[in-house]
């Protein structure tokens, strides 16, 4: 049986400084979708709800057109959940919006959901109170000392290995990839062959923003405090825990 043969590090990084020679960020595709929803006679709620969603598929389509044009293919597989142990920030805005999504899942995805996290929260509460007191602004090895601890994602199945939330997984997630033997995420914490197509988060939150914009100046943002929301940021496992609001 023929041995696979995966990427190098070193292919890999030559690939990707090819990026902008190769590729061109869509970004009509991005504020596309916050102008057709920002036309859409329906509710507030429902209108920011499919943004959002439609937002984070842009996001994974623009990673698979970067893949194609670099010709490059993901190894990651579904139930590898190395990287579901990293610390993940987002704002609150990002935070409202997840949990409003899944509070519209069905009724049973959504239960599973809810007790999970209150076991979750009561395995781990204590020892994720002392890891985000570290301050991820200006503490250097914040990321290595969680990972270090080993607490999965609030959002990780632990029996399966699987987003319990997948299609709204936020950007930290969504574009972090690796393209090389899929080993170098369990012998390395961090390895350096993954990458990072975060830099998508600009185009994102721009869209995002915008329409929040739009809303504003229509006088109703819904469940979103507006500007507020956007600059207030924190790890995920705050923004879920049960008694946040």
């Known amino acids: 049986?023929?041995?696979?043969?995966?990427?190098?590090?070193?292919?890999?990084?030559?690939?990707?400084?090819?990026?902008?020679?190769?590729?061109?960020?869509?970004?009509?595709?991005?504020?596309g979708v916050v102008e057709k929803w920002a036309n859409e006679e329906t509710a507030i709620e429902s209108k920011l709800l499919?943004?959002?969603?439609?937002?984070?598929?842009?996001?994974?389509?623009?990673?698979?057109?970067?893949?194609?044009?670099?010709?490059?293919?993901?190894?990651?597989?579904?139930?590898?959940?190395?990287?579901?142990?990293?610390?993940?920030?987002?704002?609150?805005?990002?935070?409202?919006?997840?949990?409003?999504?899944?509070?519209?899942?069905?009724?049973?995805?959504?239960?599973?959901?809810?007790?999970?996290?209150?076991?979750?929260?009561?395995?781990?509460?204590?020892?994720l109170d002392r890891l985000t007191a570290l301050d991820f602004e200006t503490e250097n090895n914040f990321k290595r000392t969680y990972i270090d601890r080993q607490i999965p994602c609030p959002m990780l199945n632990p029996e399966t290995n699987q987003c319990m939330a997948y299609e709204i997984r936020p950007l930290p997630c969504r574009t972090y990839m690796n393209y090389t033997d899929p080993k170098v995420c369990f012998e390395n914490v961090m390895p350096k062959e993954t990458v990072s197509f975060e830099f998508l988060y600009e185009q994102y939150m721009g869209a995002l923003n915008e329409f929040m914009q739009f809303l504003s100046e229509e006088g109703d943002t819904g469940f979103v405090d507006y500007p507020n929301d956007i600059y207030a940021t924190d790890y995920l496992v705050n923004w879920l825990r049960p008694s946040q609001r």
């Open 1 to 31: 049986m023929e041995k696979l043969r995966f990427l190098t590090y070193e292919e890999i990084q030559n690939k990707c400084e090819r990026l902008s020679d190769v590729y061109e960020i869509d970004e009509e595709k991005f504020y």
């Open 50 to 127: 499919a943004s959002f969603e439609e937002l984070l598929q842009v996001v994974s389509n623009e990673i698979t057109s970067m893949e194609a044009a670099l010709e490059m293919k993901p190894t990651c597989r579904m139930g590898c959940a190395f990287c579901c142990y990293f610390p993940i920030i987002v704002n609150e805005m990002e935070a409202k919006l997840m949990k409003k999504a899944i509070g519209h899942f069905p009724e049973e995805r959504r239960g599973k959901i809810q007790s999970h996290l209150l076991t979750y929260y009561q395995k781990y509460g204590e020892q």
